[in-house]
């Protein structure tokens, strides 16, 4: 019996794929592909049904269903060099196994992320998270300026601390958020997927979606077959509420969006009449302009 494997996966194994400015994700190893999906499913269900479907559509079946411990059968391990403020973002994901450099033992090099100009934008006014309109160019001059300044000054005296023997792990508080950090990730490809789902989303940082979309383009190579049935069920799914079922119905009767939502219970104005920017009516909204999109 020979280790199953992708001939175009294989030859990913070891390449950098770039991200921001001295960042990367490297595929080291994987293991199972889209059989193993198929193997390990065909288990529960017995030979008996082994005609019943095809492969893709049994990994369709799967994921339509969240029948999901199949999906764990296939696990991935990626070297990633990421900027510490993405780490922060990437760590809360708690079902990966993780190894990162240390920066007690090891000394930092001077790299830390200047984000391009497009991506130094104003607050957002409708996401608090977010990033909205652009700035203008002095502005945008200005806060690069800034960080590229305060990084380099503080790694010069990070540097000034370990030559005058501060120990490296207290010396390292000199370093802000900007700095690369790196480390192994080892995942399997339901829990990628669940990690994926929250990172490839609009209201993720941008800069971790940058990652996310690599480590996509990645584990595509491995299970194509269930990477096309998560973007078709998961990326690409609606969720639906009560209410919003109800506001559907009306509409397919015939209502206006406004009259839909206000009979649903989705506001879409405050008290005082003011147009609301957010809330469950406004995503309802979101949702149907995104079902127009795709017709
Ligand atoms: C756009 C966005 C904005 C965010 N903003 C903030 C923020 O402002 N502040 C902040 O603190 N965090 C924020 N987060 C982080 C977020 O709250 C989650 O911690 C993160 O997305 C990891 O999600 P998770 O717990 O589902 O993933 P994982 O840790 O990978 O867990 C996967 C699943 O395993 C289960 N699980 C794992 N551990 C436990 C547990 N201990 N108990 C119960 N179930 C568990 C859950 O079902 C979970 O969904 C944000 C995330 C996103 C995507």
Redesign the pocket.
């Known amino acids: 019996m020979s280790r199953p494997n992708v001939p175009g996966a294989d030859r990913e194994i070891g390449v950098r794929h770039p991200v921001l400015l001295h960042g990367y994700v490297v595929l080291v190893d994987y293991m199972g592909n889209d059989n193993a999906i198929v193997q390990a499913a065909r288990v529960s269900y017995g030979p008996g049904t082994k005609t019943v479907r095809d492969d893709r559509g049994l990994i369709r079946y799967l994921m339509r269903h969240r029948h999901t411990t199949p999906f764990e059968m296939v696990e991935f391990k990626f070297l990633v060099r990421l900027p510490i403020f993405v780490a922060r973002q990437w760590v809360?994901?708690?079902?990966a196994s993780l190894n990162e450099i240390s920066a007690r033992y090891s000394v930092l090099e001077e790299e830390y992320e200047v984000p391009v100009p497009e991506e130094v934008r104003h607050q957002s006014s409708r996401n608090r998270?977010g990033r909205g309109d652009p700035l203008p160019e002095e502005a945008v001059a200005s806060f690069r300026g800034d960080l590229d300044r305060v990084s380099r000054d503080a790694y010069a005296s990070y540097q000034r601390a370990l030559e005058g023997g501060v120990a490296r792990e207290t010396a390292r508080l000199l370093l802000p958020v900007a700095f690369y950090t790196q480390w192994y990730w080892k995942i399997n490809l339901y829990?990628l997927f669940?990690?994926l789902s929250?990172?490839l989303?609009p209201?993720?940082q941008e800069e971790i979606r940058l990652y996310a979309a690599e480590l996509a383009k990645i584990g595509r190579l491995v299970c194509p077959v269930a990477f096309e049935a998560f973007e078709e069920f998961q990326i690409g799914a609606l969720w639906l509420g009560r209410r919003e079922q109800r506001a559907l119905r009306l509409l397919l009767e015939g209502a206006t969006s406004n009259a839909a939502c206000a009979a649903a219970g989705l506001p879409l104005s405050r008290e005082d009449g003011t147009p609301m920017t957010t809330g469950e009516g406004v995503e309802f909204l979101e949702k149907l302009a995104r079902v127009r999109e795709a017709l």
């Open positions: 809360r994901h708690r079902t998270q829990n669940h990690f929250l990172r989303d209201h993720a």
